[in-house]
């Protein structure tokens, strides 16, 4: 196997990490990170040995972490936004020491030659971060040299211990739809409401909680933490008989889970 071309790098932030399932990214298209220069990928392993009677007894080596540096032709100004986490303003790129890179999917596709065959292999990354590379500047002289973008990518293990994924295709454009088919988002849930809101109530007052999204789970707290997926179901409203703060999610099938609702109620005198 050979191959001889690299091509389509797409990135997509992530929205959330559910507990123990690949990540859940943000619902809007995926962006291109420029034209593929090149990505050399280098794989950390975590490793041990225990020797006995003078020999080797056992050996282990399980993937710690990755790198991928990245060249890409050019990297226009709103994708480097959603990339590095730096502001974009109109024409202006603020670059701070405070920037914080969101984590995010990447892929891309490599061509590849088998048997005289060409084939496309794709490249999937579900959680990689960002860092922007060095950059040069020189004068012109008697030659050209092409300048490129270059993005160092750390690629992590996701929740489901899985870093990385490959599929080969037939055709260039099979293998782009599976890259974005990697990286689609999800939509929302929408965030639950409470009734009454938030404020002083009745003590024995009870809280009914709902959501706009069909056939939606709510999984709620009152002890002050944020609910997650295995929260309790909300099934009957909730009664307030001391200060109580209830936090709740709503969670369905093919969305994201919701925004948080954060709604404190105290007791009226």
Partial sequence: MASFGAKYPYFNPVA????????VYKDQEPVRVGRLVKADLTVNLASGKLFADDGLAESVEEFSSGSIA???DDMEDPVAGVVYGCTVE?????YNVGDDPPAGGLAYFKKLMRRKKVLYKGYFYPLV?????N???????????????????TVFACETGDWRFTEEFKTEPEAIDWIKKQLKGKKR???PTATPAAGAVASGATVA???????????YTTDGSDPTETSPD?????EITEETTIKAIATAEGFAASDVLEAHYTLTE
């Fill in 189 to 191: 849930a929408a965030t």
């Fill in 70 to 72: 990245m060249e890409t």
């Fill in 129 to 133: 971060k960002a860092a922007l590379g």
């Fill in 209 to 219: 909680l709902a959501t706009t999204t069909p056939d939606a789970v709510i999984r």
């Fill in 234 to 238: 909300y099934s009957s409203p909730i």
């Fill in 90 to 94: 109109g024409k202006m790129v603020r």
């Fill in 16 to 23: 959330e990490e559910p507990e123990g399932k690949l990540p």
């Fill in 135 to 153: 950059d040069t500047a020189q004068t012109k002289t008697d030659s050209i040299t092409f300048g490129t973008n270059n993005t160092t990518f």
